[in-house]
């Protein structure tokens, strides 16, 4: 609903403002750390691809789709699936 269009870049946008607010209403950082901590889905979508800390947090997931940002998006969404249900990586 809020990317506009079916682009990983347009998610990547998002997030990073989702990532830039997310301590106002969460000082503890919570919220943040379900995401972007050591144990959220962004470090556990990059050892499952493999990839270490890239230049780009989601560019891992342009790689694996051969650059095709709509394919990358689904990729990433069922990645994110997958971590929902307590997938190991």
């Known amino acids: 609903m809020f990317l506009r269009a079916n682009k ?3 998610l ?3 997030l990073t403002a989702v990532e830039n607010t997310c301590g106002q209403p969460d ?3 919570a919220y943040a750390e379900c995401f972007f901590g050591e ?7 990059w050892r499952k ?3 270490g800390h890239p230049p780009y947090r989601l560019d ?3 790689e694996t789709a051969g650059g095709d940002e709509e394919k990358a998006l689904a ?3 069922n ?3 997958s971590f929902q249900a307590g997938m190991e990586y």
């Open 8 to 10: 990983l870049s347009l």
């Open 12 to 14: 990547d946008v998002y």
């Open 27 to 29: 000082p503890s950082g």
């Open 39 to 45: 144990r959220g889905f962004l470090r556990w979508s």
């Open 49 to 51: 691809h493999d990839v």
């Open 60 to 62: 891992h997931y342009l």
């Open 75 to 77: 990729v990433f969404f």
């Open 79 to 81: 990645d994110l699936v």
